[in-house]
């Protein structure tokens, strides 16, 4: 059987199961769509340096082929970040939201699955306005199939005035220990008016076989909210992953996104900031330290469809080995949108001669009143920095692992919650070897 007559298959099984009836509406629809789109390949010109066609050509199991209770509390303890201990914890198992295994631990903030929010009389109407919104933006397929499979999914929601006393974890972990695995998280957060909510998801991958993890979270941010958000992916060579994260700041509010790759075989990260209040503020960072065959893309749009918004963008990336990175930056800024000020940059150093980046930052304007700049760059370390560490005595490899652990400090430095940082900083400095 084809992958598409499969996921065909389980599709209609998936159907069959009880569900609300706005979910399985976006479920058909979703469905459709894909069907029509397809998978995308390096012909669609957003993924002309990334390939996942071929993964699909492989036998994966849905979590509902394998039993998920085999995963416990003790395989997730080496998983876990820094302060776990006092924070809310959201687990993905296979992309199934896990309750058994997940905490609520502040009083300012809910967590429930996505099918108890859409029964509720408050969080319903939120769902039903704001789950899919990312779908405008993402035409290929693969954003339309995780929607076409949303099930076990979780709603995050911050009270309106409150500050979370604790952050959110969110892990995203994959059990490869007995088949090829497909997993399709999915995650709905709204951060209410004049609240804060800081938040760190990983992914990791446990066992050898093959997994592929298609994910999208949605984040909606209201008048006077602070959001920071860090994503951190440090997983296995025999992990692929997709993730969409979307943030959409409906009210004038503050969104901040660190992006930090590290290790795993693809990696693919869709950012979308849209701006749709007068006098927002969108900061996206973003580190990628790649090496052996690991594969970096990054796509992030920022849509400034209200006038007054300011957004800064900085990726930075080191990749060494026969390691590969991808940037591609869009800045829309509508008609509207004028006084936008649109800072966009990506900076790359290559290590090897098999290593190699393809970047492409773009600005497409049309308002006459803006400020906006982007640009790039690709080289090698400076040879006189490290000429004159080596001068002082410093042997080449420990010059080289400084200067770049000095070049990622300015991302690092961006991480607030100290824990999240020096649990970041100890893996690149780990992958560094200093």
């Known amino acids: 059987m084809d992958t598409i007559a499969y996921l065909k298959e389980r599709f209609e099984q998936l159907q069959t199961n009880p569900v609300n009836q706005h979910i399985k509406q976006m479920r058909d629809e979703a469905f459709t769509e894909f069907t029509q789109t397809g998978i995308p390949t390096v012909k669609h010109e957003e993924w002309k340096y990334t390939r996942i066609n071929d993964f699909f050509g492989k036998d994966y199991h849905f979590t509902t082929d394998l039993k998920e209770k085999a995963f416990t509390i003790s395989d997730l303890e080496p998983l876990q970040l820094p302060g776990h201990e006092e924070a809310n914890l959201v687990v993905f198992i296979n992309g199934h939201f896990h309750p058994e295994l997940s905490h609520t631990r502040s009083e300012e903030l809910e967590i429930i699955s996505l099918q108890e929010a859409t029964a509720h009389p408050q969080y319903s109407v939120i769902v039903k306005k704001h789950l899919g919104h990312s779908a405008a933006y993402h035409k290929d397929g693969i954003n339309a199939l995780n929607t076409a499979f949303i099930q076990e999914g979780v709603f995050i929601h911050v009270f309106k005035s409150r500050t979370a006393s604790h952050p959110v974890y969110l892990y995203n972990i994959t059990d490869a220990r007995n088949g090829n695995i497909f997993a399709q998280p999915r995650c709905l957060v709204h951060v209410a008016q004049n609240a804060q909510v800081q938040m760190a998801e990983t992914f990791a991958t446990i066992g050898a076989d093959e997994s592929f993890t298609n994910q999208v979270i949605e984040l909606v941010v209201e008048k006077d909210a602070v959001l920071d958000f860090y994503k951190i992916q440090n997983d296995a060579p025999n992990s692929k992953v997709v993730t969409t994260t979307h943030v959409h700041q409906v009210g004038k509010s503050v969104a901040n996104v660190v ?136 042997e080449e490899k420990t010059a080289t692992a400084l200067l770049l652990h000095g070049f990622a400090l300015d991302i690092l430095d961006k991480i607030n919650h100290e824990g999240v940082r020096t649990f970041v900083e100890g893996f690149i400095t780990k992958k560094l070897d200093l």
């Open 259 to 394: 992006t930090v790759s590290l290790n795993g075989g693809l990696i693919r990260n869709n950012l979308n900031m849209v701006m749709s209040a007068e006098f927002s503020e969108a900061n996206m960072y973003g580190l990628y330290l790649g090496d052996g065959q690991t594969h970096i893309d990054n796509h992030t749009v920022v849509d400034n469809r209200q006038p007054n918004c300011l957004s800064n963008e900085l990726y930075k990336g080191v990749l060494n080995g026969n390691a590969t990175g991808v940037f591609n930056g869009k800045i829309f800024v509508r008609q509207i949108a004028q006084k936008t000020n649109a800072y966009q940059s990506n900076r790359n150093i290559l290590l090897s001669e098999n290593a190699s980046v393809n970047t492409k930052p773009q600005l497409e304007i049309f308002a006459d009143d803006v400020k906006c700049s982007h640009g790039c760059t690709v080289g090698r370390l400076d040879e006189d920095a490290l000429f004159y560490m080596r001068s002082r005595g410093i």
